[in-house]
């Protein structure tokens, strides 16, 4: 299928459009409040929520025994805010460390979840299937109505998020000194965490209950490689969490069975491995080619200097030295003819006759240079 | 010691305690700090300077005791109560600049919502000047050294334009030049009338910078004008015994 043909199925194609579209709030919802989540090293926060919200799912169901989504989502969010402020009272009130404290909640609620899902199953009723989609997200079976009401609940929490941006500023870099400056952070604390349980509900139909933290961590984590400035990003976690949605959806659509959860997580992940590589900075690539470069400069460096120790013991400066000479100075044999036709290059060594060299003028003052800058380090 | 009123109390702390877990922290502890001072807090380690500090900004809940700045409950008199938390307290990798730091200390005047904006940016430009940090302003706070760290801190506090402010260890691993540039700001605010207490670690240094000081562990040792409570036996009381250091000054005083 063509990129043309793509593009007009996803104006055109109903199914298409409305996973596209769901997709993409989700992407952008969970990406942006998800910046603030791993801000603050509350990463773990994400599988929490998501993972306690299944029992939640399924409780909403028994009780209304119809799966409309703001049921669904209500349900939801009611038990991964009790699962999360449960984690917090642990914290406090024990001895139990935060991702102990964490994990035994997640799993508790997540393996009642499963219990509930499976007796769900069991029953003799028509109307059940189709909850276990919860657990690896199902887009394709997204409606006009279910996007309505994530697009809905998502535009809440960003708008909740924009209008309290100091609050959550200062939440996120020093709750302390918040406090003296007269803010209740306890209750900020509380309205953040509301607002990203709602994030992560939003996403689970699509994305599932167990690949969800991946939405809420890894577009901020990408966004972090390319900037310094908060807002900024936000905005390309929000971004990045769109794309990642987007291009997710429509792959995933192009192939059959392909599950929808799975295969956004992976287009993010992808974007995640590009920022850690390349992102200027703080990505891998440039810190390689950064210390590739220094390395070089140094052993370039190193034969200068070794270079001049010749050239002073001749009355003859420009007396000129076999390689080999040079490259017996040297504590590491290799690259020295390398460093010397570098040098060659930059005007700095000339080389006289078969294979001796000797330092032009230029490199006799920048050996100097390099010479007195060795000495102020030592 | 220049011209502090010592019926006018900056802070008035009574019977506080604080426990964790049933082992007292703290320990009925009485504290005056007279208006326009330089207060130091000295103590071992685990004495509880830190958590003296914090309990008197509200941020511990203690056990008992009351805490009043200028006669009133600290909650009424926030907006006069300026805070140097350790420099260590935050992630400095958080993505946002210095400036945005130093405006942090608008916010409370600011109020809910309301958005730091021009007024709010020269007044923390002129703070940053204070501590001749103006070159950095926008800077990303994790390319700060220590001392950059430290006097970021201080800009931010200074921005707050409080009566009283309360700094913990605002030298801890700064080098000699930036101890200098602080030290001088925190007699400026003396100067202008205002009340610092610092907790503070270099013993040598308290009789050269402070003119009160408070010894600490657990319980309050002693508290009062440096001269007079600033000798052997009170550190002794505080450290258990273990200090070797006695100041010149305090040599001659003992001649004398």
């Avoid at chain 2, 009043?68 to 400095?92: A, C, F, M, N």
Wanted: hydrophobic residues 50%; glycine residues 8%.
């Amino acid at each position: 299928m063509g990129l043309g043909e793509i593009l007009h199925n996803l104006v055109f194609d109903y199914t298409l459009r409305t996973v596209a579209l769901g997709s993409g709030v989700l992407g952008v919802v969970s990406g942006a409040l998800g910046a603030f989540a791993v801000l603050r090293r509350q990463s773990l926060l994400g599988d929490s929520v998501s993972h306690t919200a299944l029992p939640g799912i399924a409780i909403a169901f028994l009780l209304t025994g119809a799966k409309s989504p703001l049921v669904m989502i209500i349900g939801a969010a009611v038990a991964g805010w009790a699962g999360t402020l449960l984690v917090m009272g642990i914290i406090k009130t024990t001895r139990i460390k935060s991702d102990s404290a964490l994990g035994l909640v997640l799993s508790v609620f997540f393996g009642f979840g499963l219990v509930l899902l499976t007796f769900i199953q069991k029953m003799p009723n028509a109307r059940q299937s189709g909850l276990e989609t919860f657990l690896f997200g199902q887009a394709t079976a997204l409606m006009e109505r279910d996007v309505i009401v994530m697009a809905v609940l998502g535009a809440l929490a960003v708008i909740t998020m924009l209008i309290l941006w100091k609050e959550f500023k200062i939440l996120s870099f020093d709750p302390e000194y918040g406090v003296t400056q007269g803010f209740p952070m306890r209750t900020v604390e509380v309205i953040l965490t509301t607002v990203l349980v709602i994030a992560i509900v939003v996403g689970l139909q699509t994305v599932g209950v167990v690949l969800m933290s991946a939405m809420v961590v890894a577009p901020a984590a990408a966004a972090r490689q390319w900037t310094d400035r908060l807002g900024l990003m936000i905005f390309l976690a929000a971004l990045f969490g769109a794309i990642a949605g987007i291009s997710g959806a429509v792959i995933s659509s192009l192939t059959l069975r392909l599950p929808t959860g799975p295969t956004i997580v992976l287009c993010i992940s992808a974007i995640v491995l590009v920022s850690m590589m390349l992102a200027p900075n703080r990505g891998l690539f440039w810190n390689w080619i950064r210390r590739w470069y220094n390395r070089r400069l140094l052993t370039l460096n190193a034969v200068l200097a070794d270079m001049y120790e010749l050239a002073k013991v001749h009355d003859d400066p420009s007396h000129a030295h076999p390689a080999a000479t040079i490259e017996a100075m040297s504590y590491r044999t290799g690259g020295v003819r390398r460093s010397l036709d570098a040098l060659e290059e930059s005007g700095l060594v000339q080389r006289s006759r078969m294979d001796e060299w000797a330092l032009t003028p230029k490199g006799m003052a920048e050996a100097e240079k390099v010479i007195k800058s060795m000495e102020v380090k030592t | 010691m220049s011209g502090y009123d010592k019926n006018k109390k900056a802070v008035e702390v009574t019977d506080l305690t604080v426990a964790y877990r049933e082992k007292p922290v703290l320990w009925d502890i009485d504290l005056n700090v007279p208006s326009g001072i330089l207060m130091a807090i000295v103590g071992p380690n685990g004495a509880g300077k830190t958590t003296l500090l914090k309990s008197i900004l509200g941020l511990i809940k203690p056990a008992a005791g009351q805490v009043l700045i200028y006669g009133r409950p600290y909650e009424e008199q926030r907006h006069t109560v300026g805070y140097v938390p350790q420099r260590g307290s935050v992630d400095w990798d958080f993505p946002t600049s210095v400036l945005d730091v130093v405006m942090m200390g608008r916010y409370g005047a600011l109020g809910w919502i309301r958005r730091p904006g021009k007024k709010e940016r020269l007044v923390a430009m002129e703070a940053l000047r204070k501590v001749s940090m103006d070159n950095y302003a926008h800077r990303q706070i994790s390319q700060l050294s220590g001392g950059q760290q430290q006097r970021v801190f201080l800009a931010r506090a200074l921005v707050q334009d409080a009566s009283i402010y309360f700094m913990d260890e605002p030298f801890q691993g700064v080098d000699a030049k930036t101890e200098r540039a602080i030290i001088s700001l925190l007699k400026e605010l003396r100067s202008a009338g205002k009340t610092v207490v610092v907790v503070h670690h270099d013993l040598q240094t308290v009789p050269e910078y402070f003119d009160w000081v408070t010894l600490l562990n657990v319980r309050s040792i002693a508290s009062g004008p440096v001269d007079d409570v600033f000798n052997e036996d009170n550190l002794r009381l505080a450290y258990g015994g273990l200090v070797a250091f006695k100041s010149h000054e305090h040599r001659e005083q003992v001649k004398n």
